[in-house]
């Protein structure tokens, strides 16, 4: 079964530093990963995906998530983080296979705070 | 260029009644995606179209939950005889894919409908 896991339920972080949000995945075949944010009573947002190609993705609002195979992990990071920044987000993958063809499966999110 | 869009945002109801929501995704996206988020946990399928044809369907998507694109442009969702654990964020989302499970389309979400049963 198809599933995606991220590990933090909330992760603080100071203004200006860099930020990790982490995400894990398994799949059967290639993944197809996505990085999504909500905000408060918002629907939610597309930020990147990575499909084939580069590891290093780049995303909106200076967000970039680096593909690692060996690990099945995505995490979305940002040399710099802003107030603006906090939300939750999620990470999802999408199913490729057998009679399923494209809905997400969604890990649970994590919070992300950033204080000035 | 307009987003998805959903009506109501908000509905609260009570048990046992019938409730309606819909969905009016990206003009010329030929798939439609509904999810159900309830709070602390990410969306969860439930169902999806290509044009008017429903092509998959949760196990989640029980026999009180049907979906209908008439035409292959907006999307409603009626649940009947609601119950307080159908109250959960209902998010519609919407694509335009060459069709296939090698499809990369990615999928735009809408603000949601919040649904209350008392």
């Known amino acids: 079964a198809q599933s995606v896991a991220q590990p933090e339920d909330q992760v603080n972080v100071a203004e200006g530093n860099p930020l990790t949000v982490k995400c894990t995945y398994s799949?059967?075949?290639?993944?197809?990963l996505f990085w999504y944010v909500q905000y408060p009573n918002r629907g939610l947002q597309f930020l990147l995906k990575?499909?084939?190609?580069?590891?290093l993705v780049k995303g909106s609002y200076g967000f970039e998530a680096e593909f690692n195979k060996s690990q099945t992990s995505f995490h979305l990071k940002k040399p710099s983080a802003l107030v603006s920044d906090s939300a939750l987000y999620f990470c999802a993958v999408r199913t490729n296979y057998g009679g399923s063809q494209g809905n997400l499966i969604f890990g649970k999110g994590t919070k992300l705070s950033v204080k000035p | 260029d307009t987003g998805v869009s959903q009506d109501p945002r908000h509905k609260i109801t009570k048990r046992g009644q019938n409730v309606t929501f819909r969905c009016d995704p990206i003009?010329?996206?030929?798939?439609l995606y509904w999810y159900r988020q309830t709070l602390g946990q990410g969306p969860e399928f439930l169902t999806y179209?290509?044009?008017?044809?429903?092509?998959?369907k949760s196990r989640l998507l029980s026999d009180r939950f049907s979906a209908e694109r008439p035409k292959g442009s907006f999307s409603t969702l009626e649940i009947q005889r609601t119950e307080q654990g159908d109250s959960a964020m209902y998010l519609c989302?919407?694509?335009?894919?060459?069709?296939?499970?090698?499809?990369?389309?990615?999928?735009?979400f809408g603000p949601g409908t919040r649904l209350t049963v008392l």
């Open positions: 799949v059967s075949g290639n993944p197809y």
């Open positions: 179209f290509q044009n008017e044809a429903q092509l998959e």
């Open positions: 990575y499909i084939t190609g580069d590891n």
């Open positions: 989302a919407s694509s335009r894919t060459s069709g296939g499970a090698r499809s990369t389309d990615t999928q735009y």
């Open positions: 003009s010329e996206h030929n798939r």
